[in-house]
């Protein structure tokens, strides 16, 4: 069984940062690409930033030059440095692995964590 744990999020004040922390553990082959995901209440589930295995990064306009994405591959774990956070950042963040299981070494998918609570409070 593979699981996607979340941690670091929280309540802060707008312009304060944050670093949530996503580890994958279980019976894991390979992980290709890992990121974050957000969504609002109300709202539809974003992109905010992804990684592959090679460390090459993208991410949301809105975020650029304010948060930093990066993994340890050794720790099977991905990271969000928020920085400079706003009002609008305010969300459950959910970590996104597309992954290699043992039991199905003919295949990725892609798995998700239980999300996180981000509140940036004005």
């Known amino acids: 069984q593979v699981q996607l744990v979340e941690s670091g999020g929280g309540l802060v004040q707008a312009g304060g940062s944050l670093r949530l922390s996503c580890a994958a553990s279980g019976s894991i082959f390979r992980i290709n690409a890992m990121g974050w995901y957000r969504q609002a209440p109300g709202k539809q589930r974003e992109l905010v930033a992804t990684?592959?295995?090679?460390?090459?990064?993208n991410y949301a306009d809105s975020v650029k030059g304010r948060f930093t994405i990066s993994r340890d591959n050794a720790k099977n774990t991905v990271y969000l440095q928020m920085n400079s956070l706003k009002p609008e950042d305010t969300a459950v963040y959910y970590c996104?692995?597309?992954?290699?299981?043992?039991?199905?070494?003919?295949?990725?998918?892609?798995?998700w964590g239980q999300g996180t609570q981000v509140t940036a409070s004005s």
């Open positions: 996104n692995a597309d992954l290699v299981r043992i039991a199905t070494m003919w295949g990725s998918f892609d798995y």
């Open positions: 990684i592959t295995s090679g460390g090459s990064t």
